[in-house]
């Protein structure tokens, strides 16, 4: 699309709008001219990013409508006279002396000064709570009522966000075909959503582990509110550290492996191979990169310095031969894109729509953050420049196949379950628990 520019100063204020005059989708609004004057002077986009966190960009209006025309700017092709006339243009902008135009203090710098994708259990452990420890209250205004911190399953586009969280919940359950008594470790539990869920409603006996103080504060409140203290145990823990062989059932890594460091997967998978019985199943969950490897680029140095320090991402068809090559058979892949680009828009309205709350719980830097970091990937989930996988393996039997022969029992009961499921977590049937108490005495969950 040609796009015309209004300019209604030297530099405040810049409205784009299509050449038939058709209403503005959005207006950009520049309140530091150093801004503009660096950017053509480097050339590197991410001082536009660095401006929007520190509220020296902003965008009135449409957000994604912004964003969108990154694919149009980068595009253009200016001549020699055009660059010339643009810098000397540049040039001429006033800069203030108490100008910064650079990564936003106190928050990006110390980010890359810490971080270097060595993927020690410090910087591991650091990273975690610098992206999960903002706030379990900034967390609670804009994720659904279970806190699932990871893309939704849409049964139709129209679905709320809290029942399409429920559906991924018990789909995930469902997939890693639980059974009564079996023993769970989620690695990378969050705030306890998927440990409960599967204790309460398929009966397993679940262990949790995280690197995040206040997540695991939040779990074990929630654990013991729900009454499943016999069920469920959650644990400050790196999956490095893990004991045992042969220990669970079932293993589930919800968004965790892309926090692993690629050079160190082989090693986290020999630890889930480990501590999963023979036959046992473990379900991968993960968002991955149309491009092998983790290069560096305007999008994951931003990701790196503000969202998520030391993630890492792959293509699926490399993160399945990494499996592979650490014995796991591939049973089932499901790409869950267009989930997670759903998903997205309606974190990224209910975070519009708390705007003030979350100014007031966390400032308004890191709102920012938060705002264009999902508004963005949202775009590339849509885009297919990313993506997200549940691949379900076990551990290479010769002549075992621990999974049914087709994926009828995974859709087998379907909506009406999952609603009385929701129902059943949302009021904290106190008979219900009380009854399945009773039933799980004679295996009461030890320590683990």
């Known amino acids: 699309m040609d796009w ?7 530099y405040g204020t810049a409205t784009l709008c299509a050449p038939d005059e058709r209403p503005a989708p959005f ?6 001219p ?10 590197n986009p991410l001082l536009l990013a660095d401006a929007y966190v520190r509220g020296a960009l902003d965008v009135e209006g449409d957000l994604y409508g912004a964003l969108g025309l990154k694919c149009h700017f980068e595009s253009i092709s200016l001549s020699w006279r055009d660059r010339l006339l643009l810098l000397r243009d540049a040039l001429r902008l006033p800069v203030h002396a108490d100008a910064h135009s650079g990564p936003h203090r106190g928050f990006a710098s110390r980010v890359a000064r810490r971080f270097s994708h060595r993927h020690s259990r410090h910087s591991d452990c650091a990273a975690i ?8 209250e900034f967390y609670g205004l804009w994720l659904d009522p279970e806190r699932v ?8 586009p129209d679905d709320t966000l809290d029942s399409a969280q429920r559906n991924k919940l018990e789909h995930t359950c469902r997939k890693l075909r639980l059974q009564p008594g079996e023993r769970l470790l989620d690695i990378s539990c969050g705030w306890g959503a998927l440990v409960c869920w599967a204790a309460r409603e398929h009966g397993v006996l679940a262990h949790g582990i995280t690197l995040s103080q206040r997540q695991l504060d939040y779990a074990q409140r929630r654990i013991r509110a729900e009454g499943l203290e016999d069920r469920v145990t959650v ?9 045992g062989k042969a220990v669970y059932d079932k293993v589930a890594s919800i968004g965790m492996f892309e926090h692993v460091g690629l050079a160190n997967l082989p090693a986290y998978y020999a630890t889930v191979r480990r501590v999963l019985r023979p036959g046992g199943l473990f379900l991968n969950h993960g968002i991955t990169h149309d491009e092998e490897g983790w290069k560096k680029t305007v999008g994951t140095e931003f990701i790196n310095r503000y ?6 991402l792959d293509c699926v068809s490399n993160i ?13 892949v499901e790409g869950l894109r267009p989930h997670y680009a759903l998903t997205l828009r309606h974190w990224v309205a209910r975070l519009e729509a708390a705007r003030g709350a979350a100014v007031r719980e966390v400032g308004e830097a890191v709102w920012r953050v938060w705002h264009l970091y999902m508004v963005a990937c949202a775009l590339e989930f849509e885009a297919g420049s990313i993506g997200v996988y549940q691949i379900l393996t076990s551990s290479r039997q010769r002549g075992s196949w621990p999974v049914p022969h087709t994926r009828t029992d995974l859709y087998h009961g379907g909506r009406a379950n999952i609603l009385a499921a929701g129902n059943r977590a949302g009021h904290h049937d106190r008979a219900d628990r009380c009854a399945s108490r009773r039933n799980m005495r004679a295996r009461r969950l030890t320590p683990l």
């Open 320 to 332: 399945q031969l990494d499996m592979e090559r650490a014995g796991f058979e591939i049973h089932d």
């Open 34 to 43: 150093a801004v503009l004057r660096r950017l053509v002077i480097e050339g």
């Open 4 to 10: 015309s520019r209004r300019r209604h100063c030297a």
């Open 235 to 243: 644990e400050l823990c790196d999956y490095r550290d893990l004991t």
């Open 149 to 156: 911190y990871s893309c939704a399953y849409f049964e139709h």
């Open 307 to 312: 969202v998520f320090p030391d993630g890492e």
């Open 27 to 32: 207006t950009l609004v520049l309140r530091d």
């Open 129 to 136: 709570s610098f992206h999960y420890d903002v706030s379990n």
